[in-house]
């Protein structure tokens, strides 16, 4: 006898499974016929449908809910208004090390004024405009420059532009620069100018200047004889009752300060000092940075 082709396997099959279906089907009948076995069979069947309904609602993925997290205000202002303090790092660039000047950049992080530690993420940055290269390269800090203070991450936030015109603040002769700031916190306007008196032996005079409604003057000692590893401190003394309530204190250099040729300043604000007073006193840091801590071009020695 010859064996069976794929086809007759195939119906085999098919017949098989047909008649295990009607057999199935005959013997649920029977069970459906009696009174006891049906409401049995229905309360297996309700079980069974709650058990898989269950299971369903088991399986389902959690929902994730993210994290609160503390969203940073847009409004500079507000952000400034927050701050008791700021500490200002000029950034590190590779082209300074090697002598060629490039436009300072400056990260500006909360401070804690109580124990002088960064508490926060970076909040402002401030920049130097482009300008004239040659200038840069050939006048170091005596340039001309501007400067614009902004809301980190977003330039077009700008909270202050400050502006030096050639020359240092502190000479006493025609070389004698002036430096003005425009504000824009709150939605006003405002333009003011460092008041910095002539310095005929700057060796033997604290640093002063004068910005809005506050006196900054060095607390004693000759600013020369500060070194990159020593720390120059100025109070901030209130014109208006005469006390002295904040303080802005240029760091010591690391060695990679010095390598680099930078900077780093605390500003601790008065407390009373409104958004813009403090952005005056943030763009003070600049103004002594530019007009009396700055290396001179190709050279390791501060302005003075």
Not at 54 to 81: E, N, R
Not at 188 to 196: A, D, I, P, Q, S
Not at 204 to 220: A, E, R, W
Not at 234 to 243: A, E, F, P, W, Y
């Amino acid at each position: 006898r010859c064996p069976p082709t794929e086809k007759a396997r195939e119906r085999e099959k098919k017949s098989a499974r047909r008649v295990a279906t009607e057999r199935l089907l005959g013997l649920s009948r029977k069970l459906l016929q009696r009174p006891k076995t049906k409401t049995a069979t229905m309360q297996v069947l309700n079980l069974m449908a709650q058990t898989s309904a269950a299971t369903q609602v088991q399986t389902q993925p959690p929902m994730l809910v993210p994290p609160t997290q503390q969203v940073m205000s847009s409004d500079p202002t507000a952000l400034v208004a927050q701050t008791q303090g700021v500490y200002v790092k000029q950034v590190k660039q590779l082209a300074e090390a090697f002598g060629w000047q490039v436009a300072n950049r400056y990260e500006i992080y909360p401070l804690d004024p109580n124990t002088s530690e960064v508490s926060g993420a970076q909040i402002l940055h401030a920049r130097e405009r482009p300008g004239n290269v040659c200038h840069r390269q050939f006048c170091g800090p005596c340039r001309a420059n501007i400067t614009d203070i902004y809301l980190a991450g977003d330039p077009n936030q700008v909270l202050a532009t400050y502006e030096k015109t050639q020359g240092l603040a502190w000479d006493p002769c025609c070389c004698k620069s002036q430096s003005t700031l425009q504000t824009f916190t709150a939605g006003t306007r405002g333009k003011y100018v460092y008041e910095t008196p002539s310095l005929w032996c700057p060796g033997c005079s604290s640093l002063s200047f004068d910005i809005q409604n506050y006196h900054l003057f060095g607390k004693g000692g000759c600013h020369c004889a500060m070194g990159p590893c020593c720390t120059y401190r100025m109070n901030v003394k209130d014109k208006r009752s005469g006390n002295n309530q904040g303080e802005v204190t240029k760091l010591k250099q690391s060695c990679a300060d010095m390598f680099y040729k930078t900077n780093k300043f605390n500003v601790i604000f008065p407390m009373n000092a409104t958004p813009e007073e403090k952005v005056a006193l943030i763009a003070a840091a600049l103004h002594s940075d530019y007009n009396f801590f700055e290396q001179k071009a190709n050279n390791d020695n501060t302005t003075l």
